[in-house]
């Protein structure tokens, strides 16, 4: 069983910054790992994603915003957000995908206030 942990999370105001992070038991080096994010009400929606050779998409609603990035020597994914909103408030989901596999964390809670 492959476990990821998300950290970084937290309360913070409008305008402000935070790193997320996914540390994982398994290399994320052939991994397609992705952040993902389900604010109360809603479905869980894809924020940004990045593939075994660091190409990366995201969300429109985040570019520009957000950064997603790893480092394959710490088994580790990170989130960079900046000038978050009111609307970004959710709790954030990482998701690993290994061949046909994949496995979420548990997330972590961002809060925007305004």
């Known amino acids: 069983q492959v476990q990821l942990v998300e950290s970084g999370g937290g309360l913070v105001q409008a305008g402000g910054s935070l790193r997320l992070s996914c540390l994982t038991s398994r290399t994320f080096s052939i991994a397609v790992v992705g952040w993902y994010r389900q604010a109360p009400g809603k479905q869980r929606d894809v924020v940004a994603t990045i593939n075994p050779s660091g190409v990366t998409t995201y969300a429109d609603s985040v570019k520009g915003r957000f950064t997603i990035s790893k480092n394959n020597a710490q088994n580790t994914v990170y989130l960079q957000m900046k000038s978050l909103k009111p609307d970004d408030t959710a709790v954030y989901y990482c998701?690993?995908?290994?061949?046909?596999?994949?496995?979420w964390g548990v997330g972590t809670q961002v809060t925007v206030s305004s």
């Open positions: 998701k690993g995908k290994w061949g046909l596999s994949e496995y």
